[in-house]
């Protein structure tokens, strides 16, 4: 079989490719020359995800997976839905805790350091999610176009080439239109983090009226990623992506309810 991905689709990767890289650059540049913003919490932001979902999170889950409790909780899509939920939420958030309280004292008597944090941690995750899958992505189909699908099997067998012809077909065969898709759940999600990141805030600059909301802030993290797995094995990619936006508009307008009422009060 000769498989060939159309210049539809390369044309729509490298779109998203872009965007995903230029987005998060777009709103440091606003925020720090239109807003005059210190572009350090952006910079601590971007770390906090790298390490606590990169690196802390994956090994987590690396050695929960591989445990009894772990072939139970992949073998069901509510537990494992849940489970996922809930360690998103708990090492990103406290990420974010810990940055503000330890790395960001200094930062805490502008409120907007808020969104600077949120685009760090946010434009992070766009970034190594989606424009570095992009970038492999567009690697592997410049290959698979130019040398075929034997330059990638190649020495590969077993579990490793059943992968490798997996990632082939699904490139392959996926509309241009659901790769475009990818970006818009990615801006969704830059808004819920920079949301999320609006009630850490406050949580940390008055822990004794605002404590709560670090838990109220795991806990929508839980939620938007318990409902994103669920949906995605249940609906369409468009209606994933709808139910995602409705969840980042209703975090959006409750931190905003937070940030008002915190503007009231100061």
Partial sequence: MEYRVSGMTIAVIVLV?????AIPVGL???LNRKLKLSGRPFFIGWLA???S????ERLFHMLVLSTPIGNALQNNLFLYAVYGGVVAGLFEELARYFSFSKFLKGHLDDDRTAWMYGAGHGGSEMFNLLAVTMANNLVLILTLNSQGAEALTAGASGEALTQITAVI???CTTSPWVFLLSIAERIFALVIQIALSVLVFYSVKYPKKDRKLLLL???LHALVDFVAVIAA???????TELIIGLMAAFTAWFAKRV????QQAE
């Fill in 233 to 239: 094995q249940m609906f369409p990619a468009i209606v």
């Fill in 28 to 30: 440091f540049l606003y």
């Fill in 17 to 21: 490719m872009i965007l995903s890289a």
């Fill in 49 to 51: 995800f790298l390490v």
């Fill in 217 to 219: 802030a795991v806990e």
């Fill in 259 to 262: 940030w008002d009422s915190n």
């Fill in 169 to 171: 077909n699904q490139l």
């Fill in 53 to 56: 979902a990169m690196v802390l």
